[in-house]
């Protein structure tokens, strides 16, 4: 596939977005603002014209979004304490991505004028831009190191689904082609990648080009940090388990119901994750939160809906618009977002 990727210099041309005063307002502090509680949420009242999607948690009180207004799409973020609204970037381009970094103020924003090509931009919090890299692409991948913000892995894919994987590096503004088989790995730790090989969960480092496998028969994964989730089948029945860099088991425990499977995960801790599974047997699926803790579900609620899944400290965002707040210790469960029809 023939395809171009070209890092931009921020000190040259930004292509097709702008910020805006606001982006440069300094982010309100949520410190000795005490912990948010269901009475406490103030409610975002938008349209189905105007919301493009949520985020997710920018901290434990705001929330970050993508609008469209007038020409321009905006990253928008939106404390639930007060209900303040401010604009950290604009872009006459749609904005058809934001990922947040879990461990520094980093934001990654992918732009699209079209079909052929997009622009992945990296933000600090005010919407200062740090780096940008030029990708042509029908579509995109994109997994950003959950240790080391600086390292980027880009999938493009081509209209006939043939695609290439870089390893973006902002340190140097380089990019380096990555040869796999899977053109859905993630990162395992700072500098390895994990990836499927038919059911064989691999790593493989990006310094040595080591391989080492880590799991056999696995029907699906999920890595953060230095942590990889697998689901497997054990006899008749699913099996969870949490492994680390070098393929050693932490936790593992057998599903609760063996009609569920797993939909998306988040490590809240070392010993601590919340994932969302699906109960696949219904004729209407059911769709449920669950907290484990030390390879024991010690919490399990159902959703009202299924759908995406965004936690930040005991407090977890759910549905298809992640229009849902859930306080994880009470199950209390609250609408902050109300999208009206169309204008």
């Keep these: 596939m023939r395809k171009i990727l070209i890092p931009i210099a921020c000190a040259g041309l930004l292509i097709g977005c702008t910020q805006t005063k606001d982006a440069k307002t300094e982010m ?8 948010l509680e269901a009475q406490d949420l103030k409610i975002l009242t938008t349209t189905e014209d ?3 999607f949520v985020v997710g948690w920018l901290n434990e009180t705001t929330i970050m979004y993508v609008d469209h207004h007038a020409t321009d799409d905006r990253l928008q973020s939106f404390n639930l304490k007060t209900g303040e609204i401010h604009t950290i970037f604009t872009s006459s381009s749609i904005i058809s991505e934001v990922k947040i970094h879990s461990s520094v103020p980093r934001l990654l924003v992918k732009t699209a004028k079209d079909s052929t090509e997009a622009i992945i ?13 030029l990708v042509e692409s029908s579509e995109l991948e ?5 240790i080391d913000a600086s390292q980027i892995l880009i999938t493009a894919f081509a209209e006939d689904w043939s695609y290439d994987i870089m390893r973006y590096d902002a340190n140097d503004d380089t990019l380096v082609a990555v040869e796999l088989a899977d053109p859905f790995p993630g990162w395992l730790g700072n500098e390895e990648l994990i990836y499927m090989e ?6 493989e480092s990006l310094s040595t ?6 799991a056999k028969d696995v029907n699906q994964f999920y890595s953060a940090g230095g942590r990889v989730l697998i689901e497997t089948f054990d006899g008749e029945h699913i099996r969870y388990s949490v492994l680390d860099t070098t393929g050693e088991q932490m936790n593992t425990w057998l599903a609760e119901d063996d009609s569920f499977m797993m939909e998306q995960v988040v490590f809240m801790n070392e010993n601590t994750l919340m994932m969302t599974v699906t109960n696949q047997t219904e004729m209407m699926p059911t769709s449920f939160l669950v907290e484990i803790q030390d390879g024991k579900e010690v919490m399990r609620q159902e959703l009202s809906e299924g759908g995406s899944l965004d936690c930040k400290g005991n407090k977890c965002l759910t549905g298809y618009n992640l229009d849902t707040w859930i306080d994880v210790e009470t199950g209390e469960a609250v609408k902050w977002l109300e999208i009206g029809p169309l204008e």
């Design 198 to 203: 038919d059911t064989d969960i691999l790593k």
């Design 121 to 133: 931009h990296i933000l600090d919090h005010d919407g200062n831009a740090l780096n940008e890299v």
């Design 50 to 52: 105007e919301i493009r």
């Design 28 to 35: 309100p502090s949520t410190e000795n603002e005490g912990p």
């Design 142 to 146: 994109i997994q950003w190191n959950d």
């Design 209 to 214: 080009g080591e391989k080492t496998t880590l």
